[in-house]
């Protein structure tokens, strides 16, 4: 059982290139999500989408872009990366109201 | 909004010892509350959660919190702690707004042999 599945699991990006990270699941939820994760900053949403077709902004979406191409799929865009982007990203998935399960997270760095 | 603290950024403990991770809450309405715990390069991984019920939650790997509606807590426990217990923990609430889950900033623990 796969769970959630993030490509790529580590990039390095030059300030103004563009790139876009993979997420999928194979647990049939509806809902996904897309974190950063910076120290001592805990675990702030990016984007979440709470079925297919639908997406909304989290806490902190500027700079990002996002698409729900399937119920499997939830990919994140970054369209020209900066220094500020570099960080642990983490795509979940979620049925209801249970627990979230996440991927093992891409390491970004934007020099 | 919903949110949660977790007031310490690091806990120390001596492996055999009890150890407590804390994290307080706020919400409005009833509260859905979660306990992670992340090893180094790893992701998130689901230890318990309160939705309804007992105050006492049983979680994976040994783990419980109990959940305090009066004091707006719901600290992780454990008996006997192991020098693998050594990670990040994080407490979750939900978010009814936005259907998603609202992190605390993580306590790292550090379990001595």
């Known amino acids: 059982n796969a769970g959630v599945t993030q490509t790529p699991k580590f990039q390095v990006l030059k300030t103004g290139q563009s790139m876009t990270l993979q997420c999928a699941q194979d647990?049939?939820?509806?809902?996904m999500y897309w974190y950063r994760q910076d120290p001592g900053m805990g675990l702030r949403l990016i984007y979440y989408?709470?079925?297919?077709?639908?997406?909304d902004k989290g806490e902190v979406p500027n700079g990002y872009n996002v698409s729900r191409l399937n119920k499997r799929e939830f990919s994140l865009r970054l369209e020209s990366a900066a220094p500020s982007q570099t960080s642990v990203y983490f795509c979940?998935?979620?049925?209801?109201?249970?627990?979230?399960?996440f991927g093992q997270g891409t390491r970004l760095t934007v020099v | 909004a919903q949110s949660v603290a977790q007031p310490e950024d690091q806990v120390n403990v001596a492996e055999g010892n009890p150890l407590t991770v804390k994290c307080t809450y706020s919400v409005s309405g009833n509260p859905y509350l979660f306990w992670y715990v992340q090893y180094p390069n790893r992701g998130l991984q689901f230890l318990l959660k309160?939705?309804?019920?007992?105050?006492l939650v049983k979680g994976s790997y040994g783990f419980e919190a109990e959940f305090n509606k009066s004091q707006t807590s719901f600290h992780l426990k454990k008996p006997s702690a192991l020098v693998s217990d050594s990670a990040l923990y994080f407490c979750a609430v939900r978010d009814t707004g936005r259907r998603a889950l609202t992190f605390g900033s993580g306590t790292r623990l550090q379990v001595q042999p």
């Open positions: 309160y939705i309804t019920g007992d105050n």
């Open positions: 989408s709470a079925s297919e077709g639908t997406t």
């Open positions: 647990m049939n939820h509806n809902s």
């Open positions: 979940a998935s979620r049925r209801g109201e249970g627990e979230a399960f």
